[in-house]
């Protein structure tokens, strides 16, 4: 049962505009959301997060969007820079749970 | 504050055999996470210890365990070793009231099984 799903296994944006990951969600009980960042042969790297009694939140070009009604949360890139080509996991959790992770999307800039 | 720390980075092992990873998380941290991470997987939920007793296991076979030692580093184990756990495991350290909730993850150690 995958509690976290990221339905683009890819994307590939042009440098300079906006590259827009999206992840869903059917746990109503998650209360914190984030998004790491993965280069090859690295750990995760943690990007940005979200509590659930918020619905955006913002860290220099990374936005982070929720919509609890629809359970979906969504991150925004802009402008989109050829560092950020790696692969981007969305991921929840509910108090101290675990964390639940998606399969991630691989994100391509192209120069 | 160095990061977490995994060795070895690298292993080859053949099937049948068993393999010790260890981890050494961030210091003040007493949360460990291990997760397994294959292509088109993402990262599956081993385990987490806290405190040197297990708190949240995730659903793998009785093969793979682990542990935590007073000074918060950690050992997972992988006993009669098949293909399919050839993966990157990854561990990840968090202190509960001051990381706010985030992981932080060490570069993991891809292990390739014969």
């Known amino acids: 049962d995958q509690q976290v799903k990221q339905n683009s296994p890819s994307l590939s944006v042009q440098e300079g505009r906006i590259s827009i990951l999206n992840c869903d969600y059917t746990?109503?009980?998650?209360?914190?959301f984030l998004w790491y960042k993965k280069y090859p042969a690295e750990g995760p790297t943690f990007l940005i997060s979200i509590s659930s009694i918020k619905d955006k939140n913002e860290d220099g070009r990374f936005t982070v969007f929720l919509n609890k009604s629809a359970k979906h949360l969504s991150l925004h890139i802009v402008p989109s820079q050829p560092g950020d080509s790696a692969v981007y996991f969305c991921?929840?959790?509910?108090?101290?749970?675990?964390?639940?992770f998606g399969t991630g999307t691989r994100l391509t800039i192209i120069p | 504050k160095a990061g977490v720390t995994q060795t070895p980075r690298y292993l080859i092992k053949t099937r049948g055999q068993q393999v010790t990873l260890s981890c050494s998380p961030i210091?003040?941290?007493?949360?460990v996470s291990w997760y397994q991470q294959t292509p088109g997987q993402g990262l599956q939920f081993l385990f987490e210890?806290?405190?040197?007793?297990?708190?949240n296991k995730g659903n793998f076979p009785g093969r793979f365990s682990g542990r935590q030692f007073s000074n918060s580093r950690s050992e997972m184990n992988v006993s009669t070793l098949e293909l399919g756990d050839s993966a990157l495991y990854l561990c990840?350290?968090?202190?509960?009231?001051?990381?706010?909730?985030?992981?932080?993850f060490g570069p993991g150690t891809r292990l390739t099984v014969l």
């Open positions: 210091s003040g941290h007493r949360s």
């Open positions: 746990n109503s009980m998650f209360d914190y």
């Open positions: 990840a350290s968090s202190s509960p009231g001051t990381s706010g909730g985030k992981e932080f």
């Open positions: 991921a929840a959790r509910f108090g101290n749970e675990k964390l639940t």
């Open positions: 210890y806290f405190s040197e007793t297990q708190r």
